[in-house]
């Protein structure tokens, strides 16, 4: 934001205040008139009424004060706040007795004191039996020689040290690290990265890769790929250390966002110069490593005499980061009992520690206007229209908490709906719609229900919108926790472009007339919607290549994951139409805790249990049902 930019002063710690008597705060605000605002920061050309109100919530929601947003931060809190004192003012109804649904959310990850490494290391001397052969220690400090991985658990972990190279199991490129060598109870030290990486192999090397098409898969250079391959093959902690191609000699942040779902084995990111320490003069961790970028085979091995001990203690805080809700009741005896909901999520990266993709290494604020100051201004508008001229159905509106770590405040909604869901008729999702190109808006759920293409065809021509639709009620946003209850869905999107999660998605950069645009097509199909005598029907759709969470496997399970931790096993938001899943007869809230022998814990134990099949296979899928266990045969695809 320009260093010019009017600053936000607020008069008292909003920190430190309840979320109600905050937000009156803001009412009090609202009240005074917010315009202020945008009366200092209006752009060159004049605008609209509506675009001067967009522009002065996405200026407030998107200014340095708030520190990006971030999920359970002062400055989320305060954005959270700001929305409930509009939802007040224009006259939204609370849920419950409030505008706020509280949830859990990690809000700091810290080293404990307890943290430490250690290193026993006997030396060979072939003149001497081994009972004379000497020992000593190594002790790494935590913080200056390793620091333990975010997912890391917390516990301690002692065995015999193995080398597994990069940690990769891949039978479509015939090559195993974990081939001949057994982990189970040891502690295996890891490579970042992948042997097909283009930064670490020699010309002559990326060019016989380039004869033979082996593309870099960046699955296999997951941290979480790697250390779930070794917990599923027994491995007791895992160590991992930077490939010698890699000089910044930085440790993995501790970030919240990276914690769910933790690991259940101890996991540590160490230095490579101590790490070099533990490995004969014969075969160092230099040599092994060029011979794998030069075989592109594995060099796995057991260090037998070295003896590792890991604890880890990760002291971890937890806040309460909140949803907002507000209702417009309907005006209809018949059809005020059903609902639509409107969503926006106004969270966003904070300073960048986790989801950025800034050039730099710095810590910056992402702003986030485009993503998703835009589509929380549009949804603030369009409450206060409804409001002002409300509709036969019921509107519910909610700005949703957490999107930026796994839809977490929409999945924690459908679980915890404040209004019954099979009263809810259909959920309409704003997630950046600030940068309108060409007049073409994007719009995904057009599959959903049969209803949608009739409405979107008549209705946007008229707001001089022409569409590009996808089928599909399924992506990386709100919307799709809500399809997977089986609930007809429209996503607005105006596209990605070159600030997405950057420190440079500002206010300066939106069209808020273009917003004004979506904000008047979306409105005049909620009231198409409301003033409709039958529900939209509801249709199921696939979810996208790209949402399937399997990574790279064989076969398709077709499941829709709830990335929120459930401590059996991973819990479902629902299954795709005709999908092996749907066919097993999985559906949402089930908890797959194992597929075949393998036991599932998450979504990455998943894709690697998937590795394991091929199209046709059968095995045995077993989950949770209401707490109660069952099992289901599946048939791959």
């Not at 340095?64 to 509009?86: M, V």
């Not at 037998?304 to 971890?316: C, D, S």
């Not at 409405?455 to 799709?480: I, K, M, W, Y």
Request: proline fraction near 8%; charge should be neutral.
């Amino acid at each position: 934001m320009p260093s010019e930019s009017p600053i936000f002063a607020c008069p008292f710690d909003m920190v430190t205040m309840p979320f109600t008597q905050s937000y009156r705060f803001f009412a009090l605000l609202f009240s005074a008139g917010v315009s202020l605002w945008a009366q200092t920061s209006l752009p060159a050309t004049s605008l609209s009424p509506a675009a001067e109100r967009l522009h002065s919530y996405v200026r407030f929601l998107s200014s340095p004060e708030l520190e990006g947003r971030a999920a359970g931060s002062p400055g989320n809190r305060r954005a959270a706040d700001f929305i409930a004192a509009h939802f007040q003012r224009v006259g939204l109804l609370p849920l419950g007795g409030s505008f706020f649904q509280p949830f859990p959310i990690i809000t700091e990850i810290r080293i404990g004191a307890a943290t430490r490494a250690e290193f026993t290391i006997t030396v060979e001397r072939v003149d001497l039996p081994r009972e004379m052969w000497r020992s000593y220690t190594l002790r790494w400090t935590a913080g200056k020689d390793f620091v333990p991985l975010s997912f890391s658990a917390n516990g301690t972990a002692s065995g015999t040290l193995v080398f597994a190279g990069f940690g990769i199991s891949a039978p479509e490129r015939q090559y195993d690290d974990y081939a001949g060598i057994d982990v189970r109870g040891k502690i295996v030290l890891l490579l970042r990265g992948t042997p097909w990486d283009e930064r670490l192999r020699s010309k002559l090397v990326r060019e016989k890769l380039q004869e033979e098409k082996q593309a870099a898969d960046p699955r296999y250079a997951s941290l979480r790929y790697k250390v779930s391959t070794a917990e599923s093959r027994g491995a007791a902690a895992v160590i991992l250390v930077d490939p010698q191609g890699d000089s910044s000699n930085v440790f993995l942040p501790l970030s919240p966002e990276m914690r769910s779902p933790p690991a259940s084995i101890p996991v540590i990111h160490a230095r490579r110069t101590e790490a070099a320490k533990l490995f004969p003069r014969e075969r160092s961790l230099y040599t092994r490593e060029l011979e794998i970028l030069r075989t592109q085979k594995p060099q796995s091995f057991e260090l037998p005499l070295v003896q590792a001990t890991l604890v880890v203690e990760l002291e971890i805080s937890e806040a309460e980061s909140p949803n907002v809700l507000g209702l417009v009741p309907g005006t209809s005896p018949h059809s005020a009992h059903e609902h639509i909901i409107v969503g926006a999520h106004f969270d966003h990266l904070g300073w960048g520690h986790f989801g950025s993709l800034s050039d730099s290494r710095e810590p910056a604020i992402h702003p986030g206007a485009d993503d998703n100051a835009s589509g929380t201004a549009v949804l603030m508008e369009l409450a206060e229209r409804l409001k002002r001229n409300p509709v036969p159905r019921s509107v519910l509106f909610i700005a949703f908490n957490a999107e930026e770590q796994g839809v977490v405040g929409s999945s924690f909604y459908v679980r915890n709906p404040k209004l019954p869901l099979d009263s809810a008729i259909a959920m309409l999702n704003l997630d950046m719609v600030g940068r309108l190109r060409e007049h073409t808006l994007i719009v995904h759920g057009a599959g959903s229900s049969s209803l949608w293409h009739l409405l979107l065809d008549s209705l946007a021509p008229l707001f001089g919108l022409r569409l590009s639709t996808a089928e599909s009620g399924f992506g990386p946003s709100d919307h799709t926790p809500f399809h997977a209850r089986g609930l007809p869905v429209l996503f607005f999107f105006t596209g990605l472009h070159r600030d997405y999660h950057r420190p440079s998605d500002t206010w300066d950069k939106l069209d808020y007339e273009g917003m004004v645009q979506i904000a008047d097509f979306v409105e005049a199909l909620i009231r198409a919607l409301a003033h409709r005598p039958e529900r939209p029907d509801a249709r199921s759709t696939q979810a996208p290549a790209s949402l399937r969470m399997e990574g790279r496997p064989r076969v398709r399970l077709g499941i829709i994951p709830d990335y929120s931790d459930h401590p059996q096993g991973l819990r479902l938001n629902g299954v795709s139409e005709n999908s092996p899943a749907q066919r097993a007869g999985l559906g949402p809230d089930d908890v797959i805790t194992g597929l075949g022998s393998h036991s599932i814990r998450n979504i990455y134990d998943l894709m690697n249990a998937l590795q394991q099949f091929a199209p046709g296979d059968t095995t045995t899928v077993y989950f949770l049902r209401n707490g109660t266990s069952r099992t289901a045969p599946v048939r791959f695809e």
